[in-house]
């Protein structure tokens, strides 16, 4: 069952991501972005990550594409005659062949490890938000307040970026 | 049992669309977009290894990844908006004023 779940979620999220990049209309590439992550959650589940499933769905889906889509509706684009870059073909026929050969190193590597100390039977006895909790509030504490200031000063610099402008009066501020 | 390569290997796949993408497009918000493909894809890298590897960094890093997409599609959008109010275009062919 999950081999055959891992081929849908892998085939539809590749087939959503060149489609987002292919459609000529904004919004039609806003929805294949959706559907991409919508898949991407799906190959979560299937790697046991409950958590990242729920936050991949609550805060991609349904915070960061709802505030593409907004501000694509906001700004009313028309659409271009010319979407793509001028040389776009020689771009995809590079890309190509570096990833042919990116996709034969990966498949050809073992990818062994030194395994880490938290097996699949530990974490599934508590779940998976009890797992990331416990190490994320003790070993990855310090990590976890800098991601704050960070969203912090993003949340700050977009209001001040996207503020209206107000005109100076030069003869006023003279004085 | 999906060996870990096949996840590895729908990541590549997955990233490179996203570097296409912000190569060829020539709208300021698909390549945005196609900046978050790259991030998933990076995602799924780092929680797939986090399973064979059977640790947790994996996980928590990739939670951090999503916060700093957040961040990212705020300030990003933001400087699309100032740009769209002065030129009224968002290709990114005609965003020259910072060329030397």
């Not at chain 1, 039977?121 to 416990?134: F, Q, T």
């Not at chain 2, 799924?44 to 947790?56: D, P, Q, R």
């Amino acid at each position: 069952m999950v081999p055959f779940f891992f081929v849908y979620f892998s085939l539809v999220s590749i087939v959503a991501g060149v489609l987002t990049i292919a459609f000529r209309n904004p919004v039609h590439c806003g929805l294949a972005l959706l559907t991409l992550l919508l898949h991407v959650a799906g190959l979560f589940v299937l790697l046991n990550a409950e958590f990242l499933f729920a936050v991949q769905i609550i805060v991609y889906a349904g915070a960061i594409l709802v505030l593409y889509l907004f501000v694509l509706m906001l700004l009313n684009l028309k659409t271009e005659e010319r979407y793509l870059h001028a040389r776009y073909a020689v771009i995809l026929f590079a890309a190509a062949g570096i990833c042919g050969e990116l996709l034969l190193l990966v498949l050809r590597s073992p990818f062994g490890g030194l395994k880490g100390d938290a097996p699949a039977e530990a974490v599934l006895k508590d779940g998976a938000s009890y797992a990331i909790g416990i190490k994320m509030f003790s070993d990855y504490l310090l990590p976890f307040e800098i991601v704050g200031v960070f969203l912090l000063g993003a949340i700050i610099g977009a209001i001040v970026l996207a503020k209206t402008p107000t005109t100076v009066d030069i003869e006023q501020s003279d004085r | 049992m999906v060996p870990l390569s096949a996840y590895v290997a729908v990541s590549a796949v997955l990233f490179a669309t996203g570097l296409i993408g912000v190569l060829i497009r020539r709208n300021f918000i698909i390549v945005l977009m196609a900046v978050e493909i790259m991030l998933n894809a990076a995602n799924i890298n780092l929680v797939a290894f986090s399973y064979y590897l059977e640790s947790m960094a994996g996980q928590i890093v990739a939670l951090f990844v999503i916060a700093i997409a957040a961040g990212e599609a705020a300030v990003g959008l933001a400087i699309i908006i100032v740009v769209f109010r002065g030129r009224l275009s968002t290709n990114v062919d005609e965003l020259n004023l910072l060329k030397w």
